[in-house]
């Protein structure tokens, strides 16, 4: 008997799958087979959801991996993912049986190495220096002596004692501390909203609840990684843009991170912060008193020299009694010459008009006498009846320019019909151009005056005048 051909009968003992049964047990045998995993790559892809999730792949130089990270585990990566970044992130592997892909799933993520961290914090600080947030332009000065002292920290461990104890050695001021963690997860965004948080403070306020004039943000030393929040994009943002002037004092003196060139002033340590923060009291007191000796000192030399000035002024002033005594004298011996010349001037003034009066009244009745004998002589050569004929003569003339004057006098015109306008302030109207209509005059007769107004054009052409009646005589 044949035996039966394999390519016929094999098909029967194979067993059936449905598709979800195959992708189920493809997902499950990949949960299984790898557990949990550490892959390096990096970042390409990268995409926040609306939902919080976040998809991106893993690459090298031949292959890459999908992965993503679960809105719940995003908050707690200790990283931002950018595109470009080398990492290595921890999960598990498992499938996405819809599309039927396998991908990472990421429940922790970390630098890959320290070289990888180095570049891309230079990545990013130039990325950032190219938009002006460490020019030194937007540097603000330190208060010299500021009335409080905001301070971003951790509240335990021997940063924020260091800075208490110095402030309180150099000059006592009060410190207002924002705590918050310095590493980690949250560190960054704690730390951004913290210098955010001090800047929305009202400038003036009660107590401690208004805006410092001088912010600290400090932390210990520490490895690359543990001061990684000090060189989040977020944190250096928030230092450039605070309004308040910001020290910087992470780490140890060679340690340097990215919130160091936003700040204002960098300080090698959190002591060092605060001693840029306030001056020493002491070094006040020498400077105070130092200053002080010298202004007196200068003082003094200004005195004594006013004083040699006013004694050489002094020398090259006259004796002042000696002068007053001089004059006195002057004085006495004027008003002594006074007395006597005075009777003798007015003697002599008076015998001069003595003479003047003699001779004056001498030739007057010289005059007199030689007016009187001619006006005799002109009077005798006179007739009587021609100088009485003349006489008349004049007073008819007289008579008859009088009786002219009276004719042509205003009263005589007015006793022949003529009527006188006059304003209501007695002043005659000569001409009709000068009234307006409605306006009040007085008619002036030979005796007396009657009101009377003056009517417009179209009232005098459409009707005439009414007769009117009689009105009493002013």
């Known amino acids: 008997m044949p035996r039966p051909d394999p390519l016929f009968t094999a098909p029967l003992n194979v067993p059936e799958y449905a598709v979800s049964e195959i992708a189920e047990a493809i997902k499950t045998t990949l949960e299984e087979g790898f557990g949990r995993v550490r892959v390096r790559g990096e970042i390409t892809e990268c995409k926040r959801y609306p939902s919080g999730h976040l998809y991106f792949s893993l690459k090298d130089e031949r292959a890459k991996l999908a992965a993503v990270v679960w809105r719940h585990t995003a908050a707690r990566l200790g990283l931002k993912p950018e595109n470009g970044m080398e990492v290595v992130a921890e999960g598990r592997i498992s499938a996405y049986t819809d599309r039927s892909t396998y991908q990472l799933i990421v429940e922790r993520l970390e630098y890959a190495g320290e070289g990888a961290l180095l570049a891309e914090i230079e990545r990013r600080k130039q990325r950032l220096a190219a938009e002006g947030l460490f020019e030194a332009a937007r540097k603000k000065p330190l208060p010299h002596l500021p009335g409080l002292i905001g301070v971003i920290t951790s509240e335990r461990g021997a940063v924020i004692e260091d800075i208490r104890t110095t402030i309180a050695r150099r000059f006592p001021r009060p410190i207002l501390l924002w705590p918050v963690p310095v590493q980690g997860a949250e560190a960054a965004a704690r730390i951004a909203a913290a210098i955010r948080g001090f800047a929305a403070l009202p400038p003036a306020g009660e107590g401690l609840l208004r805006r410092p004039d001088v912010l600290i943000v400090a932390r210990g030393g520490g490895s690359l990684e543990d001061l990684m929040a000090f060189n989040d994009e977020e944190v250096v943002r928030a230092a450039a843009h605070c309004p308040i002037p910001l020290i910087s004092a992470v780490g140890h003196e060679t340690d340097t991170t990215l919130i160091d060139y936003a700040a204002d002033r960098r300080a090698p340590t959190p002591t060092a912060a605060a001693e840029l923060a306030v001056p020493s009291r002491h070094d006040l007191a020498l400077t105070l008193a130092e200053r002080s000796a010298r202004l ?36 006495e011996d004027r008003g002594f010459r006074l007395a006597s010349a005075l009777p003798r001037y007015v003697g002599a003034k008076r015998e001069v008009l003595d003479r003047l009066a003699r001779r ?51 009263e005589a015109v007015l006793a022949r019909g003529y009527v006188l306008v006059c304003d209501l302030a007695g002043e005659p109207v000569t001409r009709a151009s000068t009234l307006r209509p409605q306006q009040r005059v007085e008619l002036r007769f030979q005796d007396g005056t009657v009101p009377a107004k003056v009517l417009g054009e179209e009232a005098r052409a459409s009707s005439p005048l009414p007769p009117q009646p009689e009105l009493p005589l002013r």
């Open 360 to 410: 004056l009244g001498h030739a007057a009745q010289t005059r007199l006498a030689a007016a009187e004998r001619q006006a005799t002589r002109i009077i005798g050569r006179l007739q009587p009846g021609l100088l009485k004929a003349r006489l008349r003569e004049a007073r008819a003339r007289l008579e008859g320019l009088g009786g002219q004057l009276e004719s042509l006098g205003p």
């Open 296 to 331: 007196e000192a200068a003082l003094a030399r200004l005195l004594e020299r006013m004083q040699r000035r006013l004694e050489v002024a002094a020398l090259k002033l006259p004796d002042l009694p000696r002068l007053a005594a001089e004059a006195r004298q002057r004085l």
